[in-house]
């Protein structure tokens, strides 16, 4: 069973930006990439990866570009441009490198995180 | 489940783990449940770089594995458990540990063990070999108390460890059993060379010596004893003397193994029993043992697809190498010892710069078989392209490693670079693998970058990578595809005019008018500094969230750390003490590391994201503004010392480069701008290497245009002579916004004139003599953009909304633990990965 842990009012959601949460002192890069059709901010469009950028090292993906590359949403490492998979975390340069991916839900006008690894 | 077959892998190491990760990417994965044993204390690591080790790298920095990867893909890993036996019959796996395993099917990737040659005495104190990351620990270990290292073998290996072992400190010998180094891949000449270099970096190689004996030494630890009666006294032993496979499960259980070792594997890589393959160093294909990596990693895409009942058999490897052995440059491709009946070799020995390459052609000179090269190897990518691709030699083959004449003036870049010429230095990519990248059908940026990972590294290199993709394809009929990304099918300079004929504001006016799909990190940096060229608004404000690259989110640079660095605007370099002051006294305050730099300002670096704000409202108040040292825009007007002070100066060049400074700070261009003002000819200030450059004369101001330092530095162009002051302005006035007009996307000056139609006569004409009717429009432009200027610091911290961006954590006022300083030459820099680990450590006591 995940355990839900709230990390901050939806109205901090940037439409197309990222922040970072600490969840039980793990970072996590939390994206939220409006699509029109859903309407609404929902969990669907709000995405949570680790935060940390295992080629440059360093706490910095909530801080990178998110867009889409072949259909895939992904956000671009603010150090050296690897793209990552906001739903499975896969790195599209090189596909061996997969970063954990959380579940969101939105609960009460809250983001709330859950899981790690492999969800 | 029950229907689940077991799939079994012995050996986690390169290959091992290769074939894990080309499975966990293929359906088989779930056809089996798949269990690995890993003999060693930690799952895969990168042995081809295992020196690195010794230049700070740490086992985790060089692990194969990425994190999760077993848990995620349902992977059972046995670490540190060896298997012992095999049981054909019940098919079972039988562990040191004690486990049993069914297997289904069972891959054999055990490697291979350094041969440590049976002389008495092998197994004295502080004998080791060289393979694993337990092996280097004791290399460290002994090496502490040790003066003196000995490597037994001088081949790619040996050499590479004498290297560690120099780094380590140690007085450092290699002792060859053959007449010279590299034998396998060398002739005599190429090895003499390698010889004479190496022993140039103070290592002592003896060749032709045979140990007989290891004993007690008088001055070090070991003595080493040769066939021919002299002796080497030495501390510490390094055996490098060749590998041998890994057999001995394969023999136990009656698998057919080579007759000097070797598990036999067919072009399926299955042994003599068809539920069990082999792979990597341990396997035996055609009679060969593969010494490399990549031969195994065939092997293991082979074995996946035979799972899936694919064919895609192994056919042999080429064994061409090419690396750096002690910085010395050496390749071998082919038959490079010219065994081939009736090989014609061409040879260029170079005595003074120890330079030697030879050919060896077909009996009909048409055709390469092989080649070595020591001393310079920049030719590697283009003789193995002919080698391997039978491409037909020119009538001269000597050309191809004779030394280039001083290279005919490089035209429009791209073309005019031979394909010997390094593009990449990360990766070490020449023009011609790009091409034979390209020939073998990968038509894009980004498919030739993934094909030869040129411009995946620091990414310098990727504007001449894009210029030699584009000429080459062009060159090859395609058209070249000059959009600026799969969300918009325009050039920047077609992007701008739809920005300024349609009045459009925003990305995401512009994405709904004219684009497709979300945007990425190519098109959202370029419209927003389309946008900020244009309309000149605060680049933070909401609209344009989100669009930016870090560096103008956060106005500061980022660092390899994730911290920042912030460079206030000192105009022309020059400075009050009493600002000097409060630099460092905002540096000591925050513990920054302070440089002067290469641009006449001062640099302040390691500042958290959540401190920058803190920082800038000290150094507002203190009077200082933001240097744009973030944006792709001007960056600084260097200045020289000038008539005011300068016995020599015709004019006051401070006094110009503060005006221009302060005129055109804040404007957003293509790519960043500089500039530079000179009092005279002396040129003290390097003007002429500059975006714009101005040089005082008795006569006025000469105006050199679209210099630039950098990667491929290009001398500025004199435009014009003898200006005043306010002509002077009004030319860089229309220049510049006629840049910002047309330029590609992060195209410095000197790369747009010199891909602009008509060149420098063109320009002048617009810009002089108004051909095109643009000069009041242009200045217009630039006068709105002065009008508009803002320190873009001060705006921020007026305004709350754009503040809340500088936390690192919504729900937390932790900084990032992960930032950790040292202190280096009595300032702080970001900690090592090693140093990391010791302040956590520390940390927890
Ligand atoms: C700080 C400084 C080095 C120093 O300590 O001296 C520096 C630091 C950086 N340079 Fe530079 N360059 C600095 C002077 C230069 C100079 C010398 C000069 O300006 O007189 C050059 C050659 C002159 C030129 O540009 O023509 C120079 C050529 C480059 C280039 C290559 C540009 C090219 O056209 O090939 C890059 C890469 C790029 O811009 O794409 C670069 C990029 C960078 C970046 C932005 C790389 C990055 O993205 O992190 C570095 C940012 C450091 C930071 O965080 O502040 N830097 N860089 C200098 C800052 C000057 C300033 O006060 O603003
Ligand atoms: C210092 C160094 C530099 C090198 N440089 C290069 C280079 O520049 N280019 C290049 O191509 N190659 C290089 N190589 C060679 C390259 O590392 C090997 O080709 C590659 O590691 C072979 O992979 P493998 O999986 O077959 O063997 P290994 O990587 O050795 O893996 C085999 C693994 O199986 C384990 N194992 C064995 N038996 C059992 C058992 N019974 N039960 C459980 N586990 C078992 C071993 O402990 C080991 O971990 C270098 C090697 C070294 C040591
Ligand atoms: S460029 Fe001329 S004025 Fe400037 S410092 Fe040099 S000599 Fe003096
Ligand atoms: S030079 Fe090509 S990526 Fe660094």
């Known amino acids: 069973m995940a355990t839900w842990q709230a990390i901050c009012d939806v109205t901090e959601l940037l439409p197309n930006t990222g922040l970072c949460a600490l969840l039980d002192g793990q970072q996590v890069a939390v994206f939220y990439v409006p699509d029109p059709e859903l309407g609404e901010v929902c969990a669907r469009q709000v995405y949570a990866i680790s935060n940390f950028d295992p080629f440059g090292q360093a706490n910095v993906l909530s801080r990178g570009i998110c867009g889409d590359i072949d259909a895939q949403l992904v956000v671009a490492s603010p150090l050296y441009k690897q793209h990552f998979n906001l739903r499975t975390g896969v790195c599209l340069e090189n596909e061996a490198v997969a970063l954990p991916v959380y579940a969101v839900r939105i609960s009460q006008n809250k983001v709330e995180l859950a899981g790690g690894v492999g969800l | 489940m029950a229907t689940q077959k077991t799939l079994a892998i012995i050996g986690n190491g390169m290959v091992g783990q290769h074939f894990l990760a080309q499975l966990a990417a293929s359906p088989a994965l779930r056809d089996y449940h798949t269990v690995t044993f890993c003999e060693e204390p930690r799952p895969a690591y990168d042995r081809v770089h295992l020196s690195e080790f010794f230049a700070g790298k740490t086992a985790e920095d060089l692990s194969l594995v990425p994190p999760g990867f077993f848990e995620e893909h349902g992977i059972t890993l046995h670490l540190n458990d060896k298997a012992v036996a095999v049981d054909r019959q019940t098919k079972t796996i039988v562990s040191a540990k004690g486990q049993h395993i069914h297997y289904d099917k069972l891959v054999l990737a055990t490697g291979s063990y350094p041969f440590v040659p049976p002389v008495p005495g092998h197994d004295r104190p502080n004998c080791l070999v060289y393979r694993t990351i337990e092996d280097l620990e004791a290399m460290v270990k002994a090496a502490q108390t040790a003066k003196v290292g000995v490597v037994v073998g001088g081949g790619l290996l040996g050499l590479e460890a004498a290297k560690a072992l120099t780094d380590l400190g140690l007085q450092t010998h290699v002792v060859e059993f053959a007449p010279r180094l590299m034998a396998v891949q060398l002739d005599d000449e190429g090895g003499a060379i ?14 032709s010596k045979n140990t007989s004996e290891i004993t007690d030494g008088e001055s070090c630890v070991n003595k080493m004893c040769f066939a021919d009666g002299e002796a080497l006294e030495t501390d510490l032993i390094l055996f490098s003397a060749g590998i041998r496979p890994r057999d001995e499960l394969a023999r136990s259980c009656g698998l057919e193994v080579g007759a000097r070792g070797g598990i036999v594997i067919d072009n399926q890589c299955r042994t003599s029993d068809a539920d069990i393959y082999a ?27 035979d799972l899936q009942n694919q064919a895609v058999p192994f056919t042999g490897a080429d064994m061409s190498t090419k690396l750096k052995l002690m910085g010395v440059d050496v390749a071998s491709i082919g038959d490079a010892h010219a065994k081939t009946p009736g090989a014609l070799t061409y040879s260029y020995q170079n005595g003074g710069s120890q330079v030697y390459k030879r050919l060896v052609v077909s009996a009909d000179n048409t055709h390469l078989l092989g080649a070595v090269l020591v001393g310079e190897a920049s030719e590697y990518g283009t003789l193995l392209h002919y080698c391997l691709n039978g491409i037909e030699l020119p009538a001269n083959p000597e050309s191809l490693i004779l030394p280039q004449q001083p290279a005919t003036p490089v035209a429009l870049g791209a073309d005019a670079l031979p394909d010997s010429a390094q593009l990449c230095s990360c990766f070490d990519v020449s023009k011609g693998e790009v091409c034979s990248a390209i020939a073998n059908g990968y038509l894009t940026l980004g498919e030739v970058k993934a094909a030869t990972k040129a411009s995946t590294g620091c990414g310098g290199c990727s504007a001449l990578l894009k210029s030699v993709v584009d000429a080459q394809l062009a060159k090859q009929g395609y058209e070249v595809n000059t959009d600026l990304c799969g969300h918009f099918a325009y050039t920047r300079q077609a992007l701008y005019h739809l920005v300024r004929i349609g009045q459009l504001r925003t990305f995401d006016a512009l994405l709904a008018k004219h684009g497709t799909g979300k945007g990425c990190d190519i098109c959202k940096p370029a419209v927003a500094n389309i946008l900020a060229s244009y309309w000149n608004e605060h680049i933070l404000e909401p609209v344009h969230w989100g669009l930016q690259d870090s560096n103008d989110t956060y106005l500061a640079n980022i660092q390899k750390d994730g911290t920042y660095s912030i460079v206030p605007r000192i105009p022309g370099g020059e400075i009050k003490p009493d600002m000097l002051i409060v630099l460092g006294e905002v540096g000591k305050k925050y513990r920054l590391y302070t440089k002067i730099t290469g641009g006449q300002r001062i640099d302040l670096f390691g500042a958290r994201l959540e401190q920058l704000p803190d920082i800038w409202q000290e150094l507002i108040a203190a009077g200082f503004e933001t240097g744009h040292a973030y944006g792709k825009s001007l960056r600084t007007v260097k200045s020289c010392v000038g008539s005011t002070w300068c016995r020599y100066g015709v004019a006051d060049s401070v006094g110009l ?59 500025a162009d004199l435009f014009a002579t003898g200006l005043d002051k306010d002509t002077l302005i009004r030319y860089i006035d229309r220049l510049l916004i006629f840049y910002v007009r047309t330029a590609d996307r992060l195209q410095r000056t000197s790369v747009w004139l010199d891909n602009l139609e008509g060149g420098l006569a063109y320009l002048k004409s617009v810009v002089m003599e108004d051909s095109l009717g643009l000069s009041d429009e242009l200045e217009q432009q630039m006068r709105h953009v002065i009008e508009t200027y803002q320190c873009e610091w001060k705006a921020t911290l007026a305004d709350g909304n754009k503040l809340k961006r500088f936390r690192h954590f919504v729900n937390s006022s932790q900084p990032d633990s992960n930032v950790l300083f040292v202190e280096e030459r009595g300032q702080p820099r970001p900690a090592l990965p090693e140093e990391k680990r010791h302040f956590k450590l520390v940390g927890v006591a």
């Open chain 2, 657 to 715: 480069a503060i005006e221009l400074e302060n005129r055109y700070k804040g404007l957003r261009s293509p790519h960043k701008l500089k500039f530079a003002v000179s009092g005279c000819t002396r040129e003290c200030a390097e003007a002429q290497s500059k975006d714009i450059g101005v040089i005082a004369t008795e006569n006025g101001w000469n105006l050199y245009i679209c210099g630039n330092g950098g990667m491929k530095p290009r001398h």
């Open chain 2, 279 to 305: 792979i990597g160093e341990c396997a035996l294909w055609n009679g060969m043992i593969y010494g490399l990596v990549a031969p195994g990693y065939a092997m293991a895409r082979t074995v996946v697809a």
């Open chain 2, 194 to 207: 390698l010889r004479r270099k190496i022993e140039g970096l103070g290592v002592r190689v003896h060749t």
